[in-house]
């Protein structure tokens, strides 16, 4: 039989993510291509007594349906956090929980976008939200990132001329560069879109993992009601409970409610309630902190190393906190062939291709520093060395 | 500010998911409008043991990151029960684990249909799946359910004239009716799609809850190719971790996959991991035993009072499993009414018209018997009977 799918599913860019799942799980091979948390830095003790807890004390109702919008004390938690480590003035009545912060990216775009509408992003821009928006069919304008963030005259052209539906980024240690906005542009960015019809979606899966562990004002602040974050648990807790969540004006949060509910009617009470019951019992604070100073010490290893060890003409980005740092190869070295190259000295690094809706990438490659250890990363780079020799 | 929602945002039906949800937690009401199972039957220990097991022995890897596709032990697992039970031919390449069988009815209408594509459906119909479809804005076509299944001919005319992407039916008790096809009727549906480029999508939630434990063969059997089931394991084990799964062809399991994945990455890995060990140290048919005898008891005795205490000129169902019966009202008496009538007796009953996607319903009412214990059925009959006195 001849299946006649939809026209939305010829739109889809080749897919990576699977790829890179793949790879990394080659015993043989160090990988720097994924984006997944240190496992060792979940803190599987403290969540198994959470869970131990919920299943003793509230078994029966953790294990029944609940409502679309998410565990209150959850959302309440999530709020509160904000308004003291952001000086927002978020309620529980606008935090909705979903499966990890990558439904909010398909939920985003489909209570948003019509077939061509305008959809901004950054670029490179987060592969995921490439995918998820895809499937709705926008315009996608990409904005030049640069090391403190979008190009503002740019992003002004845009919201002027096109009047894009929402702008994505990830104004917090982005995925896939590694960057920050500075508060200069954040507020730029407030301002310009502020009393268009323009929204500013901010994922901020990365914001809690700064280095230095300060807050950082968000976009929101500046753009108000224009303004959407997206937070997730996945990278502070774990990742495989799948518990992430939309801050959005109320407006936006009913509509948000019935795509949610048409898409799997809510999600997963149990793991809502262990991580509260987590959260509870945990100074999230000391275990971010334990997190960061990991990460930290990882990322300072690979830049060193980098700068050590690959050509002089290689630049790299200079993180401050998050996951990832991005590399710009010399001139002429395609970033494709130097992923395959990569493969055979057995170091798996991410070709730039993916994080662009349009030609773009072939000169970057995409390095992750949370997941593996101290000596992998010492390994993998001497390997990555010996693949920019043979290039 | 004005947010500029997508159309396909407009064309939603009312939601009376989460009303319906609302008005079963009011402590004084007796609820049979929810569709919930019976919280008293979930195996909240043997959960927990499993949960316990699987922190302890794989805690890391189950808070991980995984892959799309889901956990190839556990969608061995399912693939095995429909070999062994339903004489099937399935392998673990063709099922696909996610957030509860309702995300597939999002997924499989977002990898089928184009706005204005033809869907078909039972008239009455399922609501969440009404919700689910009506966000990609097809043309939906109601196929009338007799007590042994859609009229045959109204569905070949369907499939010959309009050509739908897929008919959505719930062959075994269904939702809102509690009806059953017959085996003529399924061998009827299989041999009218087979060949042609409609996709028969058997929504199977309730198969297992036979009240006389035989399993039925599905349309599936009959339609080959051109037949997709959706299973879970929220009627069986729990509906809070939110596991259910796809049975497909491997070319719709693929584009299936970029689909899933765009959506969320992958369904919650912890509760497949513990849904997993749970099903191998469970006797799950002696479970889903213990699950029928109970729903069957509540089930006789709705129906008993039902014949007793309601007029005479009231038609009702007779299911022979699942969790729901479908009363027709008589001659000019409104649903709506009749349930702000039982609201007043503290009754709560679903009108039927959420699901019918034209007009419809005012004459029907659905009454749930899995949720409420044998003393509340007895006592919101009584209020029932009232109310119907009272219009």
């Not at 990132?145 to 919201?159: A, H, K, Q, T, Y």
């Not at 990278?235 to 801050?247: S, T």
């Not at 795509?259 to 275990?287: G, M, P, V």
């Not at 992750?368 to 920019?388: C, Q, V």
């Amino acid at each position: 039989m001849n299946y006649a799918f939809a026209d939305r599913m010829m739109n889809l860019p080749e897919s990576f993510l699977d790829r890179l799942f793949a790879v990394s799980s080659v015993p043989d091979i160090i990988s720097f291509a994924g984006g997944l948390p240190n496992s060792r830095l979940i803190d599987v003790k403290g969540i198994k007594e959470a869970a131990i807890d919920v299943m003793t004390n509230e078994g029966e109702e953790a294990l029944q349906y609940t409502t679309t919008d998410g565990y209150l004390p959850l959302r309440q938690y999530i709020a509160d956090r904000y308004n003291k480590r952001l000086g927002l003035n978020a309620t529980a009545d606008e935090i909705r929980i979903v499966n990890g912060s990558q439904q909010c990216l398909d939920l985003v775009a489909k209570i948003f976008l019509n077939k061509g509408d305008h959809v901004g992003l950054e670029k490179p821009g987060y592969l995921g939200a490439i995918e998820a928006f895809s499937l709705y069919e926008p315009v996608f304008h990409g904005i030049s990132l640069e090391d403190d963030g979008p190009v503002i005259e740019e992003f002004s052209s845009l919201v002027k001329d096109f009047s894009p539906k929402f702008f994505y980024g990830i104004p917090n240690f982005q995925n896939p560069s590694g960057r920050t906005y500075s508060t200069d542009k954040r507020r730029a960015i407030g301002e310009i879109v502020s009393g268009t019809d323009t929204v500013f979606y901010e994922d901020d899966a990365f914001g809690e993992l700064a280095f230095d562990n300060k807050p950082i004002v968000p976009v929101k602040k500046f753009a108000g009601d224009n303004g959407i974050i997206s937070g997730s648990f996945s990278k502070i807790i774990a990742p495989g409970m799948r518990i992430g969540w939309i801050y959005a004006p109320v407006k936006v949060i009913r509509t948000f409610d019935a795509a949610k509910q048409a898409a799997d009617l809510h999600s997963n009470f149990l793991c809502q309630k262990i991580i509260h019951r987590y959260l509870e019992t945990t100074d999230l604070d000391a275990h971010i902190k334990k997190i960061t100073e990991v990460y930290q010490r990882h990322c300072r290893l690979m830049c060193e190393l980098a700068d050590e060890m690959l050509p002089d003409s290689v630049v790299r980005t200079d993180p401050k906190g998050g996951m990832f740092m991005l590399i710009t190869l010399p001139e002429g070295m395609d970033s494709i062939k130097l992923f395959e190259e990569g493969l055979r000295q057995r170091v798996a690094v991410l070709p730039g291709v993916p994080f662009y809706t349009g030609k773009g990438g072939h000169d970057t490659i995409r390095l992750n520093f949370s997941a593996p250890d101290e000596e992998n990363i010492k390994e993998g780079m001497e390997r990555l060395a010996k693949a920019f020799l043979n290039m």
